[in-house]
Each structure stands twice: as C-alpha cells, then as structure tokens.
C-alpha cells in the first residue's frame, strides 16, 4: 500500500509558474509508476502526465507538453509536478496516482491506477 499526499497548489496569474508535490509513505515508492490528473468543475478526470518507476520514461497529455515537467525523487518519494506557463484553462484540482503495473502504455486512463490523493487546487486568474 501507498499514500499519497499532495502540495503546492495555489492561485497564480496566467503566464507563471507553480510546482505540484506529491509525497508517498512507505518504502516501496520505486515500484510504482506515477502519474498527475486533474478535474475541473463540471469535467471528468483529465491525464496530464505519468512517469515510469525509474523516471526513464515519461508520457504528456497534448495540452500541456511543453510546459509541464513530471519528475520524480525515489530517494525521497516524491513525484513532482513543474508548471510553467499557466493558463487559465489549466485551473483544476490536482490529484497524484499510483500504479503498481499499468496494463498498457501510455497509461491514460484513471482506472490504470489504484491510489490516489486528495488533490490539491491549481487556480489560474487572467
């Protein structure tokens, strides 16, 4: 089992820059692969990215390639998310996900993870 916990949300203008956190209990933070969503009002949960265990492999979602960075810290078990040219279309909870093995590649999908966090809320103002 794993939990996690994430951080750093806040409200931003449009044009900035915030870094999401997600910190995960226990010791086996290695073995799973971690991914962000997020859900804005009235909308379904929406992939952003994912990272493989090691960090060798790295998936975007179109909307935000380019501007988002997904890392990871297994020394310290901690996913990372860097946001940078924040747009206010990008205003949604955050939620960080768990997954021991995906069933495919890219994993996309909420139903691919099986822990989640309980979100923390991204807000962009123009």
């Known amino acids: 089992q794993v939990q996690l916990v994430e951080s750093g949300g806040e409200l931003v203008q449009a044009g900035g820059s915030l870094r999401l956190s997600c910190a995960a209990s226990g010791r086996t933070f290695s073995s799973y692969f971690m991914a962000w969503f997020r859900q804005a009002p009235g909308k379904d949960r929406e992939f952003v990215a994912h990272i493989s265990w090691s960090g060798s492999s790295i998936y975007y979602a179109d909307s935000v390639k380019g501007r988002f960075t997904i890392s990871r810290d297994n020394a310290k078990n901690i996913v990372y998310l860097q946001m940078n040219s924040l747009k206010t279309e990008d205003t949604a909870v955050y939620y960080c996900?768990?997954?021991?093995?995906?069933?495919?590649?890219?994993?996309?999908?909420?139903?691919?993870?099986?822990?989640w966090g309980q979100g923390t809320q991204v807000t962009v103002s123009s």
């Open positions: 996900a768990a997954a021991r093995s995906p069933p495919r590649y890219p994993a996309t999908s909420p139903g691919m993870y099986d822990h």
